[in-house]
């Protein structure tokens, strides 16, 4: 507490510095100058003097002058962040009305900081903005996607082209190796899961701002470390109502596949030179070979996507309000799945006095239906196009499912007969009151409550006749029934207070109290005995002792809370240098009572030094030029069980009988992970401020790490979750613009940004050989996170058609040991970005962005299944054909009667890709025709997603999967392991209607 | 004044939600049960902790199978030696220890190590100041902790039979660590084979003790889910075989023997149905319910029909095929396809000759059920009779005789129309025990650790994958498994198994 004491001081201070005198007084409205809408906030100050006060929440403010000054001489400075000051002399009115423009330079932009707004002149951190407008029409379900290549630092790797997948996303490299990385979302103040993004309608958001440094993070205290992406909603705008309606139709299709198999002759006549499985006749090849079906192609199909979008917006001086509903229904590329989404808004504020009242809130309505991906089990319809051969069909002469020789299942018959559906409901809303005490201008109380409701329920359906269906208890048949629902609410309450002393200095400082507190529970039963004519729970056979089909029920839940209490101070000097403090203590109830509590705090600065009188000379060339430097710290506690430190049983069955059964041994001195952030970097503005660059520069350690320190599993157990180790990232960012025409009719515009970032870990469990293996991944001290460890494959020896390997030593040997594994490379990108272009002329505009990733390894675990000659019953890659079959032949796939050793260097392969994001092509028809027709603005669009990717990796999509955003499989990043559900490559049309 | 506004509005954040902020953050699960540093304070609770301890003997490398393991002690002792083979039609997820080729970093190996310590990590749990209760509840206190005992002891002993180097009751050679306490940061070393088995020995006794004065009835007739004394016994049988104690196998065999007999013919199928006799053949089950698991996965997969493992051709040319109730109840015939019919024994479609597809039929499942859910079966009567007559006929002189008696007496109840055989001479009756053993015990965990305490010896003639190894000489390391690498890189008093270094 005592930090918080000391600021409550500097409060007492602050109140100290009011001068009590009252001579006479000057009122008046500042409004801005396009919308017509009152300002709030505006700083008024008398010129040359500590003496202003900020505009209320109708834009009213009254200043008072005391007596003895010269009255010809008086003058207001009037500035908010994000408008041009103005200088307005009084000339001895009592009334002074203002309007203020929007400043359109780079420093003047307001940048939402997280809990507060800031002027991007003063913000002392990294900060990464990207506008709503930007990507609201993108053909995706989940928005996170839709940023990728956006923002320097923030990398997002789509973990799916299923409709509505949710990405990963890794803001400055991964800061943890068993906790979670995904940074924290906030959308209008509330912490959101990064689970649930595709029950929300982007079209309704405003700003995405990605906070990276310590000064911007660490006001989320625990959650911050892995960065914050803070999103704010579009609010209504005073004037007529406003309606805009936005259609979109159109078609996605498949990536192009770069992993050839074999075809059915090609397949036939392998088989027939291993060992001829089936035994085929020399008829039955002739007949076979006439088959020839492209699984892919039964299972994929050319899906229809439509986006529909209504919002409506307007209000008075007193409310405004926004509200929109929209439909997207997004069918996947393969058969039956899908997403179908039913969302609606309503944001209200009103003002009274000097009290602001508000309202966002959001449903939202998803279905989905969903196939399994990421796995290499059989029965997987992702899968089973692969390992099927060719010369097998879909169907028989009847008109029947054909049942395979080699055993795999008919993917057909599984997409189409077993269902995974799952219903979304999502609520996100928050209330606010702000209020201006009006005993003491520019102290602004304010709290803010809002919850994240999210339930899903869940029905997976399991043909008898299928093999999935079969391959469960009764074996007839499954219907699995699922409902969970989890409810988080956050609620942040402060007092800031803003105040400017003498001519140079401005202050604000608030105090802030924050609770977040989630909980959710869960419940299912899976059922069996289905095949009559019921495929839901009217369906299922009660069980008996005898029959199989006594039913499964289970339950969960989970419920974790923070409490927080933090304070910001910003201070400005001269309007070219700013400090910023914040420190934060946060108790969790994750942790164990030894380390419940933590601290975090950072300090920023910067400076213009285009302000400086030295520059002066160099205006014209330099506009503007900002210098910023900040170091802090933010915690992570994610990743790790709600009771991580504490002993827990289970409930354990045992011959119907109840019991318990331990599930984790305690940990009482388990605390967060702590991201170290130093942070430093040049904002630019040059030739009339066309050109504008940032650099930034960081170096981020993360220390305590969870990791698992290795017991003897003598006790049953073979690791306990402590906080251990360190790992560093750092890093180079790159961001320019670019105005390159600028004309009446004619602007194009092109943007650039990359990312460079190192990733290294400094410190592992225990001493010596503490390397961390994990399959083929290593994770050891002074190398890159999730390192690749295989044996070198070195070809194969022509004389045997053995495969030969490099050893330590570089020496070419036929012996594969493990002892000969060395370090190839690691999944964490190091160098990524985007870049993208504008073109306008008149009515026309053409916009398109890339993005790329270079340098990071992805093992092809699906090539290890179709390149495995001792899978000869099932389909393979083309590759194969040109195995060793005699001496002397030159080639590089070993001879078949050699086991497979998939832990090489073969399937590691390069995860580099530069993909063609988005084409956007539109018309904006002429105002003067549309106004006959009383129509505000029609625009007419066509837009292209994923439209190319560059690659050389074997599969569908260089972009990775990994089958859950948490949890142990997204522990081991760059493998492509199995079932593959690639991108969407989309083409849409749609026309944009306003009144 | 105004400070003290901003002090209200500041705790307005918490008062409005909650009756004082501190609590926000106490929290305690509602679905797990947090344990405390002192253990449990209710006899309840050590009641609770044991029926844990059973259920983990379901896990995937106990008796269950999991995606990449299959019941280390159900029938990969079986799969590693030579009456089951291998099929083409396997996914090669236990090629490893099928076929001899694990090294210290092999993953089922180390689950398995995991898995037999889970059980007895509960187990202490279960035993951890149980005392305190003694003198209020004795009867349950006996019941509660001789089971804890019976179960520590018995996954010791499994330890043992995979890892120890040696079977031999004396050996010096390297056993398993012993685990007798709850403690996290212990970092135990091997104790010798000889030093293991004193102290398997030791529970095994007391547990047998004390389970004889108990509160209440364990088990019901048809329904032997529990150790109870006898089932204490029958592991005491089967230790005591193994450590060539042959009197006390003899002794214990017999009092199994007279509590719970032998299956006759007409109920003896029934049993890999999980159709029990009432008080007879089955002395101690795993039970599995729906949703807890299967067993026999890696033999066959009945609801998918992938037939991994198949019973060796000469096996089953080892039985009176016409008139033995257990050729027809352990093996059978399928063609490949969905949901096609089981033929059992030698049975043939009603159109059609037979099917060449050999399958092992005891894990199946329940009633006509193809799903492979059943109770485990981990000590029977048969094996009781096997144990007593190789420990009659070992120490020779008159108990020739009786174990000749036993071995007919066994024959007798699965063969129709058996008639006595003479078997003359100690040798041959021996082998001819050895034999019945392989027929009445096939695939449920046996047959590795009979070789591995007899001869030492594996001959595969039936090979089906062409990749299978064939044969494991005497002196082979692979007779006693690796300790995992994570528990050598752990813990730093364990020493690796001779030869794996």
């Known amino acids: ?451 994240d409701y999210t339930s899903n329920e869940s029905a997976v359906f399991l043909d008898p006749m299928t093999g999935p269906g079969r391959s469960v208890p009764g074996g007839k048949g499954q219907l699995t029934r699922g409902y969970n629902r989890f409810f988080r609410v956050t609620g942040t309450t402060s007092a800031s207070y803003t105040h400017h002393f003498g001519a140079d200095h401005t202050l604000n400082v608030a105090l802030f109290n924050e609770i977040v507190k989630g909980s959710g529970r869960g419940f299912g039963f899976t059922g069996y005995g289905l095949g009559g004519p019921f495929e839901n729970e009217a369906g299922i056979t009660p069980g008996t002792a005898t029959n199989g089909f006594i039913p499964a029920v289970n339950g969960e839940g989970t419920k974790h809370a923070l409490l927080s209490y933090f304070s910001m101070l910003h201070y400005g000097f001269r309007n070219k240098y700013y400090l910023s403090l914040t420190g934060r203590r946060d108790g969790s109830s994750r942790f164990g009572l030894n380390n419940q509590w933590a601290n975090y705090g950072s300090v920023g600065l910067s400076w213009i030094v285009s302000e400086e009188a030295f520059m002066e000379s160099m205006t014209n060339v330099i506009n503007e030029l900002k210098f910023k430097i900040s170091y802090g710290s933010a915690g992570n506690q994610a990743g790790i069980g709600d009771f991580q430190s504490r002993e827990l049983y289970n409930q354990a069955v045992y011959n119907g009988v109840n019991g318990l059964q331990q599930a984790q041994l305690a940990n009482p001195d388990l605390k967060w992970e702590r991201r170290s952030t130093f942070n430093t970097g040049f904002e630019l503005a040059t030739l009339q401020g066309r050109l504008r660059a940032t650099v930034e520069y960081y170096y981020a350690r993360t220390t305590d790490l969870f990791l698992n320190r290795q017991l003897s599993r003598t006790t049953g157990y073979s690791s306990l979750v402590s906080n251990i180790g360190s790992l560093e990232n750092s890093g180079l960012e790159y961001a320019l613009e670019g105005e390159l025409i600028r004309s009446n009719d004619f602007t194009w515009t092109a943007n650039l940004n990359f990312t460079y970032n190192q990733n290294k870990i400094k410190k592992l469990v225990g001493s010596g050989d503490n390397d961390i293996v994990n399959g083929v991944y290593i994770n050891r001290e002074g190398e890159a996170l999730n390192s690749f460890y295989v044996v070198r494959y070195a070809g194969v020896n022509p004389d045997n058609g053995n495969a030969q390997y490099l050893n330590l030593n570089d020496e070419i040997t036929e012996t594969y040991s493990p002892a000969d594994r060395v370090l190839v490379g690691s999944a964490e990108v190091p160098f990524f970005g985007g870049f993208g272009t504008a073109l306008k002329y008149k009515g026309f505009e053409v916009n398109t962005h890339f993005s790329f990733v270079q340098g990071n390894k992805i093992y092809n675990e699906d090539r290890t299944n179709v390149e495995n000659p001792a899978f000869v019953g099932d389909n393979l890659a083309a590759v194969l054909l040109n195995e060793w079959r005699e001496p002397g032949q030159i080639t590089s796939i070993p001879r078949s009667s050699q086991a497979l050793r998939s832990s090489t260097t073969r399937f590691i392969e390069n995860g580099d890709f530069l993909r063609w994001r988005n084409l956007m092509v539109s018309y904006t028809l002429p105002q003067n025709l549309l106004q006959a027709a009383r129509i505000r603005t029609v625009t007419v669009f066509a837009q292209g997603q994923n439209l190319a990717t560059w690659t050389k990796f074997l599969g569908f999509d260089p972009e990775i999967s990994t089958p859950e955003l948490t949890g142990a499989r997204s522990r081991v990043p760059g493998q492509l392991a199995g079932a593959q559900y690639p991108a969407l490559r989309t083409i849409m049309f749609g026309l944009s209607v306003g009144l | 004044m105004k400070l003290h506004t901003v002090a209200v509005g500041l705790s307005l954040g918490c008062v409005l939600a909650f009756s004082a902020c501190k609590d926000i953050i106490e929290i305690e699960p509602d679905l797990q049960r947090a344990g405390s540093p002192q253990g449990f304070s209710s006899l309840d609770e050590h009641e609770f902790a044991l029926t844990g301890a059973y259920a983990l003997f379901r896990a995937p490398a106990y008796y269950g199978n999991g995606s990449h393991t299959t019941g280390s002690w159900a029938s990969l002792p079986d799969m590693m030696a030579d009456d089951l083979v291998q099929t083409t039609e396997d996914f090669g997820n ?92 212990d970092l135990p070393a091997r104790l010798t084979v000889k030093e293991t088995y004193d102290n398997i020995l030791k529970d095994l006794e007391a547990a047998e003790a004390l389970l004889s004065d108990v509160d209440k009835v364990l088990n019901t007739p048809t329904n032997r889910a529990y150790l109870d004394q006898v089932a204490t016994q029958a592991l005491l049988a089967r230790v005591n075989l193994y450590t060539k104690e042959y009197e006390a196998a003899e002794r214990y065999a017999t009092s199994v023997i007279t509590a719970l007999p032998l299956a006759d013919q007409a109920a003896f199928p029934g049993i890999w149905k999980d159709t029990y006799p009432a008080n007879s053949e089955v002395i101690w089950k795993v039970t599995y319910s729906p949703g807890e698991g299967n067993v026999g996965l890696g033999i066959h997969i009945g609801s998918v029909n992938r037939n991994l493992f198949r019973p060796a051709t000469h096996l089953e040319g080892l039985f009176n095929q016409a008139n033995d109730v257990r050729f027809a109840a352990y093996f059978g015939s399928r063609a490949t396809g969905n949901n096609t019919p089981i033929y059992a024994g030698n049975s043939t479609p009603a159109s059609g000759g037979p099917i060449a597809r050999r399958i092992v039929t005891k894990f199946i499942g329940r009633a006509n059920v193809v799903d492979n859910l059943l109770d485990w079966k981990v000590l029977r009567t048969g094996e009781m009779y096997l144990i007593r007559a190789e420990a009659r006929a070992t120490q020779g002189g008159t108990k020739l005789v009786t174990a000749l008696a036993d071995l007919n007496a066994l024959r007798a109840a699965r063969i129709r129309n058996y008639e006595p055989v003479v078997i003359v001479g100690e040798q041959a009756l021996l082998n001819a025990i050895a034999l019945e053993r392989r027929k009445e015990l096939f695939a449920e965990g046996h047959r590795w650790f009979d070789l591995k305490r007899t001869s030492r010896t594996i001959t595969r003639t039936d090979k089906e994958v062409l990749s299978a190894n064939t044969s494991l000489a005497p002196a082979a390391r692979e007779w006693a498994w690796p300790i995992p690498q994570g528990e050598i890189d752990a813990n730093h008093n364990i020493e690796q198994t001779t030869g794996y270094n």
């Open chain 1, 1 to 451: 507490m005592r930090k918080v004491l000391l600021v409550h001081l500097v409060l007492i201070l602050c109140l100290l510095q009011q001068a009590i005198a009252q001579d006479r007084t000057v009122t008046g409205t500042v409004k801005e100058a396009v919308t017509g809408n009152a300002l709030p906030g505006v700083t008024v100050l008398l010129k040359g003097t500590a003496n202003g006060t900020n505009t209320n929440q109708n834009g009213q403010y009254a200043l008072t002058i005391p007596a003895g000054q010269a009255s010809e001489e008086l003058a207001l400075v009037v500035s908010l962040i994000g408008m041009v000051s103005q200088e307005i002399a009084i000339n001895g009115r009592s009334t002074i009305d203002v309007t203020l423009e929007a400043d359109t330079r780079q420093l003047s932009e307001v940048v939402v900081t997280g809990y507060s707004t800031q002027n991007r002149r003063e913000v002392t951190g990294s900060v990464a903005t990207v506008a709503g407008r930007e990507v609201a029409l993108t053909p995706i379900g989940s928005f996170e996607q839709a940023l990728q290549g956006r923002a320097p630092g923030m990398l997002v790797q789509a973990n799916s082209g299923q409709p509505g997948a949710a990405a990963s996303v890794l803001i400055r490299g991964r800061g943890s190796v068993f906790g979670g990385t995904q940074p924290l979302f906030i959308v209008d103040g509330i912490e959101v899961s990064a689970t649930d993004f595709s029950t929300l309608n982007p079209a309704d958001f405003e700003t995405y701002t990605v906070l990276k440094d310590a000064i911007s993070t660490s006001q989320y205290g625990s959650r911050g470390a892995n960065g914050v992406v803070v999103i704010t909603t579009r609010k209504g705008a005073a004037g007529p109502t406003q309606l805009n309606y936005s259609v979109q139709y159109g078609f996605s299709t498949l990536p192009e596949n770069r992993l050839r198999l074999m075809n059915s002759s090609e397949k036939l006549a392998y088989e027939l030179a291993n060992g001829n499985p089936y035994n085929w006749s020399a008829a039955d090849v002739e007949r076979l070979s006439a088959i020839d079906t492209d699984w892919t192609e039964v299972l994929f199909r050319t899906a229809v996507t439509k986006n529909h979008s209504l919002s409506a917006s307007g209000g008075n001086d007193k409310t405004t309000y926004l509200l929109s509903g929209s439909i997207f229904d997004q069918e996947g590329t393969v058969r039956k799945t899908g997403l179908n989404r039913y969302t609606g808004r309503a944001n209200v504020e009103s003002k009274a006095g000097g009290f602001v009242f508000g309202l966002n809130s959001t449903f939202g309505y998803s279905e989905f239906a969903n196939t399994y991906e990421a796995t290499t089990s059989i029965n997987v319809p992702l899968n089973a196009i692969r390992w099927t051969n060719s010369y097998e069909t879909p169907y028989d002469e009847d008109g029947n499912y054909t049942q395979t020789r080699a055993g795999q299942p008919n993917a057909l018959e599984l997409i189409n007969e077993n269902t995974a559906l799952r219903q979304q409901l999502k609520g996100l809303g928050n209330v606010y009151v702000a209020y201006d005490v009006p005993a003491l201008p520019g102290l602004t109380l304010r709290t803010n409550w809002g919850g």
């Open chain 2, 94 to 185: 236990w090629g490893t220890q099928a076929n001899w080729t694990y090294a210290t970093d092999e993953a089922d190996i180390e689950m398995a190590w995991v898995a037999a310590y889970s059980v007895i990590g509960q187990a202490n749990l279960t035993l951890r100041n149980i005392d305190q209760f003694a003198a209020t509840d004795a009867k349950r206190v006996n019941r509660i902790q001789g089971q804890a005992l019976a179960i520590r002891a018995m996954a010791h002993f499994d330890l043992l039979r995979f890892w120890g180097e040696s079977l031999d009751r004396n050996s010096a050679a390297k056993g398993v660590p012993y685990k007798t306490t709850v403690a996290v940061e």
